[in-house]
């Protein structure tokens, strides 16, 4: 979603980056509700910022509503489009991911190597 969202990073630069941007060994699927600590940087907060959004989810809404909730979305010049019933759990999930992609786009360009796991992150 990052590459059609017009990212310049390919996404997996983003997996296990800091204390929050990690993923879930579950499924091979990233689950940024994992997170511990302190965010490293502006991007690593982008991460927990998200988290915590999804962690939300299951605190506003009764039924099952969490980091793993599907829904529909569009693409466009303008950016990301929800495309469910809005106050919906699928729609407030979307709304979580629409404002990660975007707030991510602004400070990726502070991603750093250092804090990327490939990079020596957290092995030492």
């Not at 940024?32 to 907060?45: A, I």
């Not at 950016?79 to 469910?84: F, L, R, T, V």
């Not at 729609?91 to 020596?120: M, P, T, Y």
């Amino acid at each position: 979603m990052l590459a059609s969202a017009g990212s310049e990073h390919e996404a997996e630069s983003f997996f296990e980056y800091g204390c929050w941007c990690s993923s879930s060994p579950r499924a091979n699927r990233h689950d940024f509700t994992k997170g511990r600590s302190q965010p490293v940087d502006e991007l690593d907060k982008v991460c927990r910022d998200a988290a915590y959004c999804h962690m939300c989810l299951k605190l506003d809404f009764e039924e099952e509503c969490d980091f793993y909730q599907n829904y529909n979305y569009t693409l466009s010049s303008e950016g990301m489009n929800c495309a469910e019933q809005e106050g919906s759990c699928a729609w407030a999930a979307c709304q979580c991911d629409r404002n990660f992609i975007s707030e991510l786009r602004n400070v990726e360009h502070l991603w750093k190597a250092r804090n990327n796991v490939r990079g020596g992150f957290g092995t030492g």
